[in-house]
Every structure is written in C-alpha cells, then in structure tokens.
C-alpha cells in the first residue's frame, strides 16, 4: 500500500507492505525512480539466483529514505507530509516493513521487546546536519 502526499496526489510518501503479501517470485515494491528500491522474494526449495556481481555505478541521492522492519513485536508509526502535518498512523507487526521515500516519520514501540531493522541510504557523513525535529 503507497502513502500519497495530501499536497501533491501524485507524490508517493512510503509504501507498507505486509509480511503475508509476500508472493512467488519478484515483487518491486519501490517505485523505480527511489534511491532505495525494495522487492519481495519467495522461492522454493533448489530455486537459485545465479551467482553475479554489481557493477560500479555513480548515484547521486538527494534526501535520506529510510526503512524498518518488524522482527519481533509491534511499532506504531506515524507519517508526516512534506508540509510536516500528519496524515498517517499504522501499526507494523512481525515481518512487515515500511519505506520512507519523504516526507518525516515518528515511531513508538507498542510492544516489549520488540526488535526491528533500520536501514538508510548512506554515506553516513557525521558532521552533516541531516534531520530536524517537528
């Protein structure tokens, strides 16, 4: 499910998809055009991907997307336009995920122990002032 921007219909926020949608083969979920591009993959037992390497590339990124996924527990998150109000509030339970193409994001874990992955487009540089607070 694609999260549009209230002030550009046509600007895709994030994306949630659920961990039971994960279908046979190759599904993009990442619009082609984002920095991150995420798919989901199922296989069978001695389905293989042949073995190859990734050529060097230059990428320019402008912005920091992020992802999250839910290993264990439970994380409410909440989405902010690119005018920084909120639009969005949904639950992410075990082995879903959320993409953050734009727009800003807070999460509150629901759930104790809850563990989960964060991953971002890099480099990280340390002395970059890169996130403000709403």
């Known amino acids: 499910m694609y999260i549009y921007s209230n002030n550009n219909k046509k600007k895709i926020l ?8 994960i ?15 995420v798919s989901s993959q199922k296989y069978k037992k001695n389905d293989s991907i042949k073995p190859h390497v990734h050529l060097k590339n230059k990428r320019t990124t402008l912005s920091t997307q992020e992802i999250w996924l839910v290993l264990k527990g439970r994380l ?3 989405i902010f336009d690119t005018d920084k109000t909120k639009i969005k509030n949904f639950i992410l339970n075990k082995g879903d995920i959320y993409i953050l193409f734009s727009g800003g994001h807070s999460l509150e ?3 104790n122990s809850t563990e ?3 991953i971002k487009n890099g480099p990280y540089k340390k002395k970059v002032k890169d996130i403000e607070y709403l």
């Open 14 to 21: 994030g994306a949630v998809y659920r961990y039971k949608n």
């Open 23 to 37: 279908s046979n083969k190759r599904k993009n979920i990442s619009p082609i055009d984002e920095y991150l591009q």
């Open 76 to 78: 409410s998150i909440k």
């Open 109 to 111: 874990v629901l759930s």
């Open 116 to 118: 989960f992955y964060e």
